[in-house]
Each structure stands twice: as C-alpha cells, then as structure tokens.
C-alpha cells in the first residue's frame, strides 16, 4: 500500500522560507511524477508544482515561479518543495500527491495522496 507522508509545514512571516517534504512508501516510483497542491480556506484545491520521476523536469504554477523548487532524492522516494520569499496569499494546507503513470497539473489524475500540512504564512 502507497503511503505518502508531509512534514515540515508550519508558521513563517512573510519573506521567511519553509521546505516541505514528502516521503513516498509502499512503492519505488521510475515513472509519473510527484507533485504538490494546496487548498486555501474556502477555495479549491490548486496546482503548485511538479516533477517527472524519469527526467527531473519540473513544472511549477505562475504564481510560485522564481519562489518554489521542487526536487527530489530518489533513493529516498522523497520529494522537497522549498518555498522561500513567502507572501501571506501562500497560506494554505499543502498536501504532495502522485502519479505513477504521467505529469500532470490535475488533481484528479493522481492517485495517490498524502494528509496534508499546513504552511500559514504571516504578514
């Protein structure tokens, strides 16, 4: 059974950096991609970024570019997302996912999901 686990979400002043961690098990992924999502209070669940197991390549929404990398060290089947220069509009429950089988930007294509954390971020 996959599991997914995220660690390292918490409290930080705008300007501040916080790196998330996803810790896949169960399961050595070679193909798809991991990929992060948030969900604002109220709002639905959005596309943050994401990265190809095969390749590397990354894939980040607009709003994140030049602030957040994602990468990853596969023989720890874990996945980072390093956020620095966080704006309070960054506050949200974070939450890594993935997808054995391609990259995408959707929700609904992955399969695989973790619990969450919370990244609040303070003005």
């Known amino acids: 059974q996959v599991q997914l686990v995220e660690s390292g979400g918490g409290l930080m002043q705008a300007g501040g950096s916080l790196r998330l961690s996803c810790a896949a098990s169960?399961?050595?992924?070679?193909?798809?991609?991991m990929g992060w999502f948030r969900q604002a209070p109220g709002k639905e669940r959005d596309f943050v970024a994401a990265?190809?197991?095969?390749?590397?390549?990354?894939y980040y929404t607009d709003s994140v570019k030049g602030r957040f990398t994602i990468y990853r060290a596969n023989a720890k089947n874990t996945v980072y997302l390093q956020m620095n220069s966080l704006k309070p509009e960054d506050t949200a429950v974070y939450y890594c996912?993935?997808?054995?089988?391609?990259?995408?930007?959707?929700?609904?294509?992955?399969?695989?999901w973790g619990q969450g954390t919370q990244v609040t971020v303070s003005s």
């Open positions: 996912a993935a997808d054995p089988s391609k990259v995408s930007f959707v929700g609904m294509d992955y399969d695989y």
């Open positions: 169960g399961r050595t992924f070679s193909s798809g991609a």
């Open positions: 990265i190809s197991w095969s390749n590397g390549r990354t």
